[in-house]
């Protein structure tokens, strides 16, 4: 029972200082409108979630875990203008461009649909601004929060576990802890490697990005240069792809060269070399840190649970790396 602690000990003294620095907050240079119905991001009924038709959804092949929250990804760009593809990152978004992310609960103790939150990117003056929004219990429209909050949800995770948890809503200051790249703040999952998928439209499998292109969201590129990533949860794939995956998701936003946790022994990103990685020499850590809830739990922000099948999926990827560390 020692070697748990002795570990945990490790990673206070090495990695947490660092992880849990406070560096200048962000701030927004526009202000948020205070409902989100004033977007018009929904046709119908807002809680039947129908993107309106100057709104596309788009999927993403890895995604962040969220306490088993369900999530719809739309983009909502000016007229006559489109995303630049610049290579396996981020696009090059016009100004104007909103990102809204919503997170829900499929099957709630009510039985139907439990709509938490949506969080919202706005690119305008040149940079990325945040807001996120609570919706009401009628399910009607959300309202603008800079505090975060506490939800209590019943529900049925996918693998049909009955749970229980309270959601927090994150902080305007919690979404830029996570969103933060050096003095800005940035989009973390829409990158093109990771919207490189295949997606169903109208009953036909399609590539997510050619898709978009003829829809006029993202100007004509050559998408056969574009890689993908993994995503995690499909085991055709193998082990250590799927792993960098779920650790570039889940981890990379913030243990990068220039997130909030830059300074640790530990940069997760997907295309850092192995052995630039700091897994080898931090490996029982991450588990520990990714399994043990409470204050050194990793990701600090946006679970209350551990992800199961996540921690299952490094554990295996960690047994397998051996005495050698192999990638």
């Known amino acids: 029972m020692r070697k748990p ?9 090495g990695m947490l200082p660092a992880c849990n620095n406070d560096p200048q907050e962000i701030s927004n240079n526009i202000p948020f409108k205070s409902k989100l119905s004033e977007y018009a991001l929904f046709e119908g009924e807002p809680s039947g979630l129908r993107p309106a038709g100057n709104v596309v959804e788009v999927h993403i092949g890895s995604s962040l875990f969220t306490d088993y929250a369900e999530k719809q990804r739309l983009l909502k760009i000016p007229r006559s203008t489109r995303l630049l593809i610049a290579g396996n990152g981020l696009p090059v978004f016009p100004e104007g461009a909103l990102i809204a992310k919503t997170f829900y609960y499929s099957k709630s103790a009510n039985g139907g649909r439990q709509i ?20 009401n219990a009628a399910q009607t429209d959300a309202e603008l929060l800079t505090n975060g909050a506490a939800v209590p949800v019943d529900f049925e995770d996918l693998s049909g576990k009955r749970r229980h948890l309270t959601y927090r809503i994150p902080s305007q200051k919690d979404c830029g802890t996570c969103h ?5 703040l940035v989009p973390l999952g829409p990158s093109a490697r990771n919207l490189n998928i295949d997606v169903q439209v109208e009953g036909k499998r399609i590539n ?5 292109i003829n829809r006029g969201v993202i100007a004509h590129s050559d998408v056969s240069k ?15 792809p799927r792993a960098r995956a779920y650790l570039e998701m889940n981890c ?3 243990h990068n060269e220039t997130g909030t946790a830059a300074n ?3 940069n997760l990103s997907y295309t850092t070399p192995f052995d630039k990685t700091g897994i080898a020499y931090n490996k029982e850590n991450i588990v520990i840190r990714m399994s043990t809830m409470g204050e050194y739990h990793m990701p600090k922000i946006g679970t209350t649970t551990p992800d199961d099948e996540g921690v299952r999926l490094i554990k295996d990827y960690i047994k397998s790396l051996g005495s050698a560390h192999r990638p």
């Open 252 to 254: 990379a936003h913030c």
């Open 264 to 266: 640790t022994s530990l």
């Open 5 to 13: 602690a002795v570990l945990l000990w490790l990673v206070t003294a």
């Open 180 to 184: 933060r790249s050096g003095d800005r």
């Open 116 to 135: 938490i939150e949506t969080r919202l990117l706005h690119y305008s003056g040149g940079k990325w601004n945040l807001a996120t929004y609570r919706w």
């Open 208 to 212: 997510q990005l050619t898709y978009l």
């Open 226 to 240: 574009i890689a993908s990533l993994p995503d995690y949860k499909d085991a055709s794939h193998a082990l250590a």
